[in-house]
C-alpha cells in the first residue's frame, strides 16, 4: 500500500520528469557520480534514536568529520534540480520522511580531489532512498524512474559520468526468496542503468552489505559478491563498525567507506585512463618489398603474384 510520504515522493518525480531540463545551471561539473541505494548510501551517520517502547523519535547529532567537510569543488544535484555546494546530509531533500545523517559521498569526493586534484569539479546526484528493495529498482519504477530523470538533468549542464555508486540490499535479507533473487535482479538493475544511459562502459561500485534487516545477509552478500559484469566492482564493507540498531553503519565507518569507494574508483579511473592513452609504435624500416594489404586488391592481384 503506497502511504503518504510515497505520495510526496510520486510528486516529486512527477514535478521532475516535467520540469524544464534546461534550467539546470550550466556549472562546470565535470565529473558526475551517482548515489543510489537505500539508506546506508542515503546516510545515517550520527542519527540517534530518542524513542521509547518501539516509537522512532531520531535526530541527527549534526557532527561532520573533517573527510566530509564542504568543498567549493564538490556540488550536488538537489530536489530542485540545481547544482548547489555539497554538504551533508546529502540526500536531505531526496530521501524524503527520513532522518539523513553523514553517508559515503563525501568522504568518497573529497578523498578523490584530495588523492587526484587534477580531477576538476565533482558533481553527486544523491537518489537513495532508505528501506526500499531491490524490486522497487526495477526498471520502469517509481525509484528507477527517479534516478535516470536525476542523472539526465545532471548532465544537460554538461560534464561526464563516471561511476555509480550503490549501497543496498539490507531490505532482501528479510526473506528466502528475496535473498535467492537478488543477483538476478542486481545484474539486471546494472545492466539497465547502462543501457538507459548510454553508458555501456560505465563503473559500477557497489558495497557488498555491511549488516541486515532479516536472516539471510549472507546469502545477498554472496550475490552481491559474485556479479561478475565486466564494469562492476565491489567494495565489501563486512566489518565496519554499525551503529546500536545493528543495521546503519557509524558516522566514521562512512567516513571509511567513502574512502574505499574513492580507492577502487581511483583505480579503475586510471586503468580506464591507461587503456585511453595513444599506443606509441616504432618506424621500422625494412628492405622486404611492400605488400597491398587491402583484402579486396589483394584478392583481384591473387592470380598474377
Given at each position: 500500500?503506497?502511504?503518504?510520504?510515497?505520495?510526496?515522493?510520486?510528486t516529486r518525480?512527477?514535478?521532475?520528469?516535467?520540469?524544464?531540463?534546461?534550467?539546470?545551471?550550466?556549472?562546470?561539473?565535470?565529473n558526475?557520480?551517482?548515489?543510489?541505494?537505500?539508506?546506508?548510501?542515503s546516510?545515517?551517520?550520527?542519527?540517534i534514536?530518542?524513542?521509547q517502547?518501539?516509537?522512532?523519535?531520531?535526530t541527527?547529532?549534526?557532527?561532520?568529520?573533517?573527510?566530509?567537510?564542504?568543498?567549493?569543488?564538490?556540488?550536488?544535484?538537489?530536489?530542485?534540480?540545481?547544482?548547489?555546494?555539497?554538504?551533508?546530509?546529502?540526500?536531505?531533500d531526496?530521501?524524503?520522511g527520513k532522518?539523513?545523517?553523514?553517508?559515503?559521498?563525501?568522504?568518497?569526493?573529497?578523498?578523490?580531489?584530495?588523492?587526484?586534484?587534477?580531477?576538476?569539479?565533482?558533481?553527486?546526484?544523491?537518489?537513495?532512498?532508505?528501506?526500499?528493495?531491490?524490486?522497487?529498482?526495477?526498471?520502469?519504477?517509481?525509484?528507477?524512474?527517479?534516478?535516470?530523470?536525476?542523472?539526465?538533468?545532471?548532465?544537460?549542464?554538461?560534464?561526464?559520468?563516471?561511476?555509480?555508486?550503490?549501497?543496498?540490499?539490507?531490505?532482501?535479507?528479510?526473506?528466502?526468496?528475496?535473498?535467492?533473487?537478488?543477483?538476478f535482479?542486481l545484474?539486471?538493475?546494472?545492466?539497465?542503468?547502462?543501457?538507459?544511459?548510454?553508458?555501456?562502459?560505465?563503473?559500477?561500485?557497489?558495497v557488498?552489505?555491511?549488516?541486515?534487516?532479516g536472516?539471510?545477509m549472507?546469502?545477498?552478500?554472496?550475490?552481491?559478491?559474485?556479479?561478475?559484469?565486466?564494469?562492476?566492482?565491489t567494495?565489501?564493507?563486512?566489518?565496519?563498525?554499525v551503529?546500536?540498531?545493528?543495521?546503519?553503519?557509524?558516522t566514521?565507518?562512512?567516513?571509511?567507506?567513502?574512502?574505499?569507494?574513492?580507492?577502487?574508483?581511483?583505480?579503475?579511473?586510471?586503468?580506464?585512463?591507461?587503456?585511453?592513452?595513444?599506443?606509441?609504435?616504432?618506424?621500422?624500416?625494412?628492405?622486404?618489398?611492400?605488400?597491398?594489404?587491402?583484402?579486396?586488391?589483394d584478392?583481384?592481384?591473387?592470380?598474377?603474384?
Open positions: 500500500m503506497i502511504s503518504f510520504l510515497w505520495l510526496v515522493l510520486l518525480i512527477r514535478w521532475v520528469n516535467t520540469a524544464d531540463l534546461a534550467n539546470v545551471s550550466t556549472s562546470q561539473v565535470l558526475i557520480f551517482i548515489l543510489a541505494g537505500q539508506s546506508n548510501m546516510g545515517r551517520g550520527g542519527v534514536n530518542h524513542g517502547n518501539g516509537l522512532a523519535n531520531e541527527w547529532d549534526g557532527v561532520i568529520p573533517p573527510e566530509c567537510q564542504s568543498n567549493s569543488n564538490i556540488l550536488r544535484l538537489n530536489a530542485g534540480l540545481t547544482w548547489v555546494e555539497a554538504q551533508e546530509p546529502l540526500h536531505q531526496i530521501d524524503l532522518v539523513c545523517g553523514v553517508g559515503p559521498g563525501m568522504s568518497f569526493a573529497n578523498s578523490v580531489l584530495k588523492r587526484d586534484p587534477s580531477i576538476g569539479v565533482i558533481g553527486l546526484v544523491p537518489c537513495a532512498i532508505g528501506g526500499t528493495n531491490i524490486s522497487e529498482w526495477a526498471r520502469g519504477g517509481v525509484l528507477y524512474n527517479h534516478m535516470i530523470r536525476r542523472t539526465e538533468a545532471a548532465l544537460q549542464g554538461g560534464g561526464q559520468l563516471q561511476a555509480l555508486l550503490w549501497y543496498q540490499g539490507e531490505s532482501d535479507t528479510e526473506t528466502l526468496e528475496d535473498a535467492k533473487l537478488y543477483r535482479r545484474k539486471r538493475l546494472f545492466k539497465n542503468v547502462l543501457r538507459d544511459l548510454q553508458s555501456p562502459t560505465l563503473p559500477v561500485i557497489q557488498a552489505l555491511a549488516s541486515s534487516i536472516s539471510y549472507e546469502q545477498v552478500r554472496k550475490a552481491q559478491l559474485s556479479i561478475n559484469l565486466p564494469n562492476v566492482r567494495v565489501d564493507a563486512k566489518g565496519l563498525p551503529g546500536m540498531d545493528y543495521v546503519h553503519i557509524t566514521l565507518a562512512q567516513v571509511q567507506l567513502g574512502q574505499m569507494l574513492a580507492d577502487t574508483f581511483l583505480q579503475t579511473h586510471q586503468t580506464t585512463q591507461a587503456v585511453l592513452l595513444p599506443v606509441q609504435t616504432e618506424t621500422v624500416t625494412s628492405n622486404a618489398p611492400r605488400r597491398c594489404s587491402n583484402f579486396l586488391l584478392l583481384l592481384l591473387s592470380p598474377f603474384r
